[in-house]
């Protein structure tokens, strides 16, 4: 099970402490807060995943840089999760930005297209920083702006994986599965609908589309949303049966109900008896590990494709810095601790995720949880291609998060 921080507990009193008084000191114009009489300077920043146990990692981490750039202060702000643009848009709109935010990759494209975010190639050249993070994520950040500048952090990534309820396939006489082929029998193998067990659980409600890619494109081997001519790649021949053989798991071995299912309920299938096998984030794996045992759980890298190629999708989210911020020396500093060994390292270890840094692997917590290291093994597969998701269009996420959702649901009907 994953670890605790070396520095986190000693923290936490402090971090809570701070969290209510930052909060309150925070002013309309979201821009301001000069150096104080004593030379301290203060810099806000806005959260845009705000969670009770996110909240108290964030103000550990400030509190971390904090005790190591004592001429500088970080005043938290946790907006709402489900409409933080509309709050980061009005600040735009109106030049009261905030000095630092907690983006994702799929964010970016919106947010460089108003001119709102700094471009930092140059802080990640003059530190030399390219060297010691992963070179994947660093790609994948570059690439969902259209311009190909960094305007993020890649602190972190999210993969999706497989997992397998490992103590079902024991029961079966199974071995855990590696290629295409032995997930599908092993899909068979699990159900018996009489008893309500399915051997797979499928994502047909919101949200979807992520796993569509994991579970389709990666058995394709095709990595590519759009060819080389501008052409989608959804009516690829391999993607078409690749498909099919996703939606054909639909009511065989998974449950109707699944037409529905968002990644709660997939999660408590697979927790709760009711699901052999899911495909979610790796982020999942923690929460599973509140109602299963380890050797219960076994996860698995993505199979290879018929053509030799094994697809990963990976998710950066980091931290950037507003072009409107008046104190971007010390925003910078900020930045800079997020992708240090010691600032990544519990940054990643706290939210879950994979690493930006690459000297953080070989960190113990890493090697002790299962999910992550598998998705690190997997991005270094001789034969790992990286999935090329398209956040550079504006129009991506609201798109295959909304407007495709009715069909996929009217394909897993017939």
Not at 197 to 226: C, D, H, K, L, W
Not at 266 to 285: D, E, K, N, P, V
Not at 385 to 407: A, F, K, Q
Request: aromatic share 8%; with cysteine.
């Amino acid at each position: 099970m994953t670890r605790s921080h070396p520095r986190r507990r000693k923290l936490t009193t402090i971090a809570l402490a701070g969290a209510l008084t930052t909060t309150l000191a925070l002013t309309a114009c979201a821009g301001g807060g000069d150096a104080s009489e004593d030379g301290v300077v203060t810099l806000q920043l806005w959260d845009t995943d705000t969670r009770p146990e996110r909240t108290e990692s964030l103000q550990e981490l400030i509190s971390m840089f904090e005790a190591e750039n004592p001429d500088i202060k970080v005043e938290y702000l946790g907006l709402p999760t489900d409409s933080y643009m509309q709050k980061i848009g009005t600040a735009i709109a109106t030049n009261s930005t905030p000095d630092l935010v907690t983006p994702k990759a799929s964010d970016l494209s919106a947010l460089v297209a108003q001119g709102a975010l700094a471009p930092i190639d140059d802080l990640i050249a003059d530190g030399n920083w390219e060297d010691q993070l992963d070179p994947g994520l660093v790609d994948s950040t570059r690439k969902a702006v259209p311009d190909g500048a960094l305007y993020m952090t890649p602190a972190t990534a999210i993969a999706d994986t497989l997992y397998s309820r490992a103590d079902w396939l024991a029961d079966a006489g199974l071995e855990a599965p590696t290629t295409w082929e032995e997930f599908d029998a092993a899909a068979v193998a699990l159900t018996d609908q009489s008893t309500g067990q399915f051997g797979y659980t499928i994502r047909g409600g919101n949200g979807f589309f992520p796993q569509f890619m994991e579970m389709v494109y990666t058995r394709a081997g095709i990595s590519e949303i759009f060819d080389e001519s501008g052409k989608a790649t959804l009516d690829d021949p391999a993607i078409v049966e690749a498909t099919e053989k996703y939606a054909e798991l639909y009511k065989a071995t998974t449950a109707e109900s699944d037409l529905t299912a968002d990644f709660k309920v997939m999660i408590a299938q697979f927790t709760g008896g009711g699901a052999g096998m899911l495909s979610h984030s790796i982020g999942s794996y923690p929460t599973m590990l509140q109602t299963l045992e380890p050797e219960q759980i076994a996860v698995h890298a993505p199979f290879p494709a018929a053509n030799g190629v094994e697809v990963i999708g990976r998710v950066t989210a980091g931290f950037a810095m507003f072009e409107q911020s008046e104190k971007k020396e010390a925003a910078a500093k900020f930045l800079e601790f997020t992708m240090s060994q010691e600032g990544n390292s519990f940054w990643a270890e706290a939210s879950g995720y994979i690493p930006g840094n690459t000297a953080v692997f070989e960190d113990q917590w890493v090697q002790d949880n299962p999910a992550i290291s598998t998705a690190i093994a997997a991005s270094q597969s001789p034969n790992a291609v990286s999935m090329n998701v398209p956040y550079y269009l504006p129009e991506w996420t609201s798109i295959t998060g909304t407007d495709m959702l009715p069909d996929w649901q009217r394909v897993l009907q017939g």
